[in-house]
């Protein structure tokens, strides 16, 4: 373990992802019980997403899943991996984070994205356009008034008014710039485009404003990271998620994650292939050593306080001794 590497905090955002002869259900519970384990291996928090309609997530409602989740631990930090601030009213979002940190206080984190549903027909199920993503600025100010109680309505957010829930920005499309005018936290990935996250590190630096609810820009990176006994273990555990990526590509349709075995049996198309393999390129994964000079070196290059871990995989087992693994590269210690 570098202190470069013992600088920054490390967290999880488990996707709830779907597995082949698992149901959604299962997925639910298998995110509820990593929390646990995570907990127990010292990371500072672990975060839930919001998906709509998508065969391979089964995170729909990352607010009721947070709720679970900070139910059954005790001490992690509890938090989205967003809420898609476009898709609801920011007085509704106020209101349940309001609920979340009275029941959970001090260990609830708001993390806010700007996306809104894949496709048309989920879109319009969510009766939200694209544009819908172009207001996004302003339902942040109209949601962070809700807690501040500076709503010109008349109306007040219960019980979120009042309420200390800190917010962080997805840094999709103009993410990082609105992150900065508001003095927020930004949050940022993949590892696959460095440069690209560096521009957008630089960018959010550059124009940030401090706020009464920062001071200074904080940063935290993104990405897959698979750790295990040798690269070869750990490049199977990349297999499952780069091989729906790519057939959601070819298909239109993202699937439940397939066991690393089948796929590497499979006849591909030219076109699948170089998805596939595109998919398995430029993450973090290795073993311990090469995994610890990697972070090491992505901590370096973008200044992060904070290393936010995105890895998905079919077998649940190996997830977690790769979280154990990275616990200890991180230097992490139990609560």
């Known amino acids: 373990m570098s202190s470069v590497t013992a600088s920054a905090r490390f967290s999880v955002l488990d996707r ?6 698992h149901d959604a259900p299962g997925a639910l519970r298998d995110t509820v019980r990593l929390a646990q384990v995570l907990e127990g291996l010292g990371y500072h928090r672990v975060w839930v997403s919001e998906h709509h309609g998508v065969p391979g997530v089964a ?14 631990t005790r001490t992690i930090r509890v938090g989205t991996g967003g809420v898609m601030l476009p898709n609801h009213r920011p007085l509704v979002v106020a209101e349940q984070f309001g609920v979340l940190e009275s029941l959970f206080p001090g260990r609830i984190d708001m993390g806010l994205g700007r996306s809104v549903g894949f496709t048309g027909g989920v879109r319009k199920a969510l009766g ?12 942040l100010d109209e949601l962070l008034g809700w807690f501040d109680g500076t709503s010109p309505t008349g109306v007040h957010a219960r019980p979120a008014e009042g309420l200390s829930v800190p917010p962080f920005v997805l840094a999709m499309g103009e993410g990082a710039a609105i992150a900065a005018r ?12 460095r440069e690209k996250m560096l521009r957008a590190i630089e960018r959010y630096r550059a124009a940030f404003r401090p706020s009464a609810r ?9 990405g897959t990271v698979a750790v295990a006994a040798t690269p070869e273990e750990a490049r199977r555990l990349l297999v499952p998620e780069a091989w729906s990526m790519a057939y959601a590509r070819t298909h239109g349709s993202f699937p439940p994650l397939p066991p690393a075995g089948r796929v590497e049996s499979l006849t591909m198309t030219a076109k ?14 290795g073993t311990e050593e090469q995994v610890a000079h990697d972070l090491e070196t992505v901590i370096k290059e973008t200044g992060a306080r904070e290393v936010l871990v995105t890895t998905s995989t079919y077998d649940r087992d ?3 001794d790769s979280y154990r693994r990275l616990a ?8």
């Not at 694209?130 to 339902?139: I, K, L, S, W």
């Open 272 to 285: 699948e292939r170089g998805l596939y393999e595109a998919g398995l390129a430029g993450h973090i994964a």
């Open 318 to 320: 190996a997830l977690v």
């Open 182 to 193: 508001a003095g927020l936290p930004m949050v940022i990935g993949d590892f696959r485009d």
């Open 214 to 222: 920062l001071r200074e820009p904080y940063v935290v990176v993104s």
């Open 328 to 335: 200890r590269v991180a230097g992490l210690t139990a609560p």
């Open 16 to 21: 709830s992802r779907t597995r082949e002869g």
């Open 128 to 139: 939200r356009d694209r544009e819908d993503a172009e207001d996004f600025g302003a339902q």
């Open 59 to 72: 995170g729909s409602a990352p607010t009721v899943l947070a709720a679970a989740v900070a139910a059954a």
